[in-house]
């Protein structure tokens, strides 16, 4: 055995055709393979992202949103299509309506008084990375425990936030509940 195995080596024959387009095939296939992989995981790697950057999204606007209800005060209606509520009484007083806004796949506070109107952003166009859209949902209001009721519970603000992919896709989701620090409520 190992005397062949020297014969061969000292041959000056050289590799067969054969043998060189096998190597070549089997080559190419572990390129293919691997390039594939690595395709696969980088598909992997952006779904994550996109699915972590909207928990972080869905975070930060709940958490802003529950800070603006916090605080507010001047609260009238009881759901996100009728609810309007100043939010700060440091802020110029002209713009004394707020109100909670989906737009552009965005949740954005409008507040006005009159023809005057403005859109305040909850969290910066960069955190809406990747296609993904918030909206803000199921926000009610409850006024059965404010002042005057009786009651020694404050008045409760409800809702949840969604952030979905481009394709309108749940990514996560934050449910909330927040009681009304202030309670000179209007009724509605």
Do not use: H
């Given at each position: 055995?190992?005397?062949?195995?020297?014969?061969k080596?000292?041959?000056?024959?050289?590799?067969s055709?054969t043998?060189?387009?096998v190597t070549?095939i089997?080559?190419?296939?572990?390129f293919?393979l691997?390039?594939?992989?690595m395709?696969?995981?980088?598909?992997?790697?952006?779904?994550e992202t996109?699915v972590?950057?909207?928990k972080?999204l869905?975070?930060?606007l709940?958490?802003?949103?529950q800070?603006?209800?916090?605080?507010?005060?001047?609260?009238?209606g009881s759901?996100?299509?009728n609810l309007t509520?100043?939010?700060?009484?440091?802020?110029?007083?002209?713009?004394?309506?707020?109100?909670?806004?989906?737009?552009?796949g965005?949740i954005?506070i409008?507040v006005a008084?009159?023809s005057n109107?403005q859109m305040?952003?909850?969290?910066?166009d960069s955190?809406?990375?990747?296609?993904?859209?918030?909206e803000l949902t199921?926000?009610?209001?409850?006024a059965?425990g404010?002042?005057?009721?009786?009651s020694?519970?404050?008045?409760v603000?409800?809702g949840?936030?969604?952030?979905m992919?481009?394709?309108?896709?749940?990514?996560?989701s934050q449910?909330?509940?927040?009681?009304?620090l202030?309670?000179?409520i209007?009724?509605?």
């Open positions: 055995m190992r005397k062949r195995i020297i014969e080596l000292k041959s000056n024959k050289g590799i055709l043998e060189l387009l070549l089997f080559c190419l296939m572990t293919a691997v390039c594939s992989a395709q696969a995981s980088s598909r992997e790697l952006k779904r996109t972590s950057e909207s972080i869905c975070s930060t709940t958490i802003a949103i800070d603006k209800l916090r605080y507010s005060y001047n609260i009238e759901s996100l299509d509520f100043t939010y700060d009484k440091n802020k110029d007083e002209r713009f004394n309506k707020a109100q909670f806004v989906n737009k552009n965005k954005v409008s008084n009159g109107e305040i952003a909850l969290a910066p955190a809406y990375t990747q296609g993904i859209k918030a199921e926000l009610t209001f409850s059965a404010a002042a005057g009721s009786g020694s519970k404050n008045a603000f409800k949840k936030v969604r952030v992919d481009a394709a309108g896709n749940e990514l996560s449910s909330f509940a927040v009681e009304a202030n309670s000179d209007k009724a509605f």
